[in-house]
């Protein structure tokens, strides 16, 4: 996951269309936790601001607050946003925001969202690239089996006592197929406070792996979190 991320709220929600803004609150809001108020023209940052603070649900706070900050950080790669939008025919207003394109990728088009954060967290990512001359005649990105990589890359993870979820997502560009891959790692533990005593939490973190095969040079490029990680997929 790419570093150094900061979300100007503010700044963020009057970027964006009330009515959009609105939109995207009310697929992630339950009904009995939004502010009652008579709204005609959408949700502004004022009421954004209430509501985040008076949510219940922290897990939730949580989720919204991760989307939002990845809505911000891609707004910074506007080639991005319009280099997926554009390859799947997403129709795109020459004033638009890129703060609004991002929340019409990510309410509309989810996959075209996921594909554009999967080549965000290429470039942003401070680790190293790994890069891997492949046969042009004998490779064929497209014809791999997701499910059973998926399979083989849990095996990996799960000798390496890093847990036993994985995920693998895929997403095929003209020039590029991207993969993005969430797994676990180590568990760890913390100590926290609770009331007035100190209690012991273990949780395992999720990390965000990026493989890009580039089809006109037959070059396979790597970004691990886990070095030791790269030198295996």
């Known amino acids: 996951m790419p570093k150094y991320r900061y979300l100007n709220l503010k700044a963020f929600i009057t970027a964006i269309d009330p009515l959009l803004v609105e939109e995207y609150f009310l697929s992630r809001v339950p009904q009995d936790q939004l502010i009652p108020c008579f709204r005609t023209m959408g949700m502004n940052f004022q009421y954004i601001k209430d509501l985040m603070v008076g949510l219940r649900d922290e897990k939730l706070k949580v989720k919204i607050g991760e989307e939002l900050r990845q809505i911000c950080d891609l707004s910074k790669a506007i ?133 890009l095969y580039d089809k006109t040079k037959s070059v396979l490029k790597i970004k691990s979190l886990a070095q030791r990680s790269a030198t295996i997929l």
Not at 85 to 103: G, V
Not at 124 to 148: D, F, G, R, W
């Open 79 to 211: 080639d991005i946003l319009v280099r997926v939008a554009s390859a799947n025919n997403i129709p795109m207003d020459k004033d638009e925001t890129p703060q609004q394109l991002a929340m019409v990728l990510l309410l509309k088009h989810t996959r075209v969202f996921e594909h554009a954060w999967t080549l965000y967290c290429y470039r942003h990512s401070t680790t190293q690239v790994h890069e891997y001359c492949l046969p042009s005649k004998t490779t064929n990105m497209e014809s791999v089996n997701i499910p059973a990589f998926t399979s083989q890359i849990r095996d990996f993870f799960v000798k390496q006592a890093k847990g036993d979820h994985c995920l693998v997502k895929e997403f095929e560009g003209q020039d590029e197929t991207a993969l993005m891959i969430i797994h676990g790692s180590y568990i760890k533990t913390v100590a926290r406070w609770l009331a007035d005593e100190v209690i012991i939490d273990t949780y395992r973190p999720a990390y965000e792996d990026v493989i």
